[in-house]
């Protein structure tokens, strides 16, 4: 006889919810502080900080919904699930971001960029400029690249939080 088991999409739509909604919160708080088109590596490691926490808090959860038991293909849809859900919520927000708060972003992005490039001094002035250019003109593809590595990092996460977290259920 089957038991009632959790499904992984519940707790996919679930815990991408919170994921997408704290990214918003700390997109929020850069754009209040200014800080939204900065290239800072915190915030990029703040980020896979908190997709780490929340993923492996998913997993978690299922695993305890799911009478301690947890399979590394199980770990595997909750990682991408969840980073699928908060990486739309993610689109969403980064068009909203530069459609609306702040027209300028794709901009501010392109100069930002540029001033990195000229300080490091590796680029000539063409290419400075073909560069520049480039994101301004192609700022578009960011969304399908933020669902992309989203997806991705969903997968590595749950890998290794399933891999730590698998039990197998006994054969009798």
Same mark, same amino acid.
């Given at each position: 006889?089957?038991? #009632?088991?959790?499904?992984?999409? &519940? ?13 918003? @919160? ?13 290239? $800072? ?8 900080? @908190? ?9 978690? #959860?299922?695993? &305890? ?5 947890? *399979?590394?293909?199980?770990?595997? &849809?909750?990682?991408?699930? /969840? ?6 919520? *993610? ?17 501010? @992005? ?14 000539? $002035?063409?290419? /400075?400029?073909?560069?520049? $250019?480039?994101?301004? #003109? ?7 690249? /933020?669902?992309?590595? #989203? ?14 977290? &698998?039990?197998?259920?006994? $054969?009798?």
């Amino acid at each position: 006889m089957e038991e #009632n088991q959790p499904k992984t999409g &519940k707790f996919s739509l679930n815990y991408g919810l919170i994921l997408g909604a704290i990214g918003v @919160i700390f997109g929020i708080m850069l754009y209040s502080m200014d800080a939204h088109y900065s290239q $800072d590596p915190s915030n990029t490691i703040i980020s896979i900080l @908190i997709m780490v926490g929340v993923i492996i808090w998913g997993i978690f #959860n299922f695993r &305890k919904a799911n009478g301690g038991f947890l *399979t590394l293909s199980e770990a595997l &849809k909750l990682g991408a699930g /969840i980073a699928l859900v908060a990486g739309i919520i *993610t689109v969403i927000y980064t068009l909203f971001l530069s459609n609306v708060l702040d027209t300028e972003f794709a901009v501010k @992005i392109a100069e930002t960029t540029k001033a990195a490039s000229e300080a490091a001094g590796q680029m000539s $002035d063409a290419q /400075i400029q073909q560069q520049y $250019d480039g994101t301004i #003109n192609y700022f578009w593809i960011t969304y399908p690249f /933020i669902l992309i590595f #989203n997806i991705m990092a969903g997968l590595i996460i749950g890998l290794i939080g399933g891999l730590i977290l &698998k039990k197998a259920k006994p $054969d009798y």
